[in-house]
């Protein structure tokens, strides 16, 4: 199996997480995809665990709706519906517009720094054309902005939520589409452009818009029959 530090961790950082959090990063940076199988031999061997700590850890991650557990079959990764990915999103666009407004509330705070820094990474990287790491700045943006409302419970949903959305994944897909990485980019931009503003409304504003843009783009037909490319995805 490959090894993977998903999200930018360093090795040493990666492997100091805990056993079920490399199991969950597994399917939610997309390392497996939907619909593969997770062997619970193979992972006890990459993992140099015995088999009943992957199996507990399977367990949890089917109550999180990222794996299925078939008696007798095996574990394979989830394929969400798509009316779960659809309401997910609808579930996503408010929480992320609910921390834009409290972020523009808060005034000066150490998370306008880190957002004005990552525009100008994600400038480089859309200049570039560089999909993996766009994807990269696209996880710390939005996670600096829930962050930075303050609001523990808020961002206890949202980790839960992008779990089940299996985040990266869909990120890294959707802006594989022609003319979204600039899209996404210039969007991003509004958002941080209204937070710095302290328009809590236009700033709430700006991010439901651009959540849904993302999920309307991601809804287009794909090229391919696979029917999880048609689930709605946001960069």
Do not use: C
């Amino acid at each position: 199996m490959q090894q993977i530090t998903p999200l930018g961790l360093s090795d040493e950082a990666y492997a100091d997480l805990p056993l079920l959090e490399r199991l969950r990063r597994l399917v939610t940076s997309g390392t497996y995809p939907p619909g593969d199988p997770m062997p619970e031999l193979v992972l006890a061997q990459e993992f140099g665990v015995s088999r009943t700590p992957i199996r507990e850890a399977l367990k949890q991650l089917e109550n999180e709706g990222l794996v299925e557990i078939r008696p007798r079959v095996g574990t394979f990764v989830r394929t969400p519906t798509r009316r779960e990915i659809v309401e997910l999103f609808q579930l996503k666009e408010s929480l992320e517009g609910l921390a834009a407004n409290l972020l523009a509330r808060r005034g000066p705070t150490s998370e306008l720094a880190t957002l004005s820094r990552n525009l100008d990474e994600s400038d480089a990287a859309v200049h570039a054309g560089d999909t993996a790491e766009y994807a990269r700045l696209v996880h710390e943006f939005h996670w600096t902005i829930v962050l930075g409302a303050d609001n523990a419970k808020l961002a206890e949903h949202y980790e839960r939520l992008m779990n089940q959305l299996a985040y990266h994944r869909i990120v890294l897909r959707t802006i594989e589409r022609p003319g979204r990485l600039l899209a996404s980019n210039h969007e991003h931009r509004a958002v941080v452009r209204s937070i710095v503003e302290k328009d809590a409304i236009g700033a709430e504003f700006a991010m439901r818009t651009h959540v849904e843009a993302s999920s309307r783009a991601a809804l287009a037909p794909a090229d391919h029959g696979n029917p999880a490319d048609s689930e709605p995805a946001h960069a």
